[in-house]
């Protein structure tokens, strides 16, 4: 297996990370109540899912 015959400076080993870097969410609104939501997961207003109602919100609270 290879090893490194240098240590590796801070500098090149900051250079190769700088794509690693957090992406915002990406968000839709609900088709049922209008709120933001993050792509592929049920509404947390509402409850809803592709138009459909995934789970059973208690809305007396």
């Known amino acids: 297996m290879a090893h490194p ?3 590796t ?3 090149r080993r900051d250079k190769r990370r700088t794509h ?3 992406t915002p ?3 839709s609104t609900c ?3 209008g ?7 049920v509404c947390p207003e509402c409850g809803h899912y592709r ?3 995934a789970v059973d919100k208690d809305v007396s609270a």
């Open 5 to 7: 015959k240098r240590k």
């Open 9 to 11: 400076s801070k500098t």
């Open 20 to 22: 690693y870097k957090a």
């Open 25 to 27: 969410a990406t968000l």
């Open 31 to 33: 088709s049922n109540c």
């Open 35 to 41: 709120a933001a939501v993050k792509y592929h997961r």
């Open 51 to 53: 138009g459909k109602l």
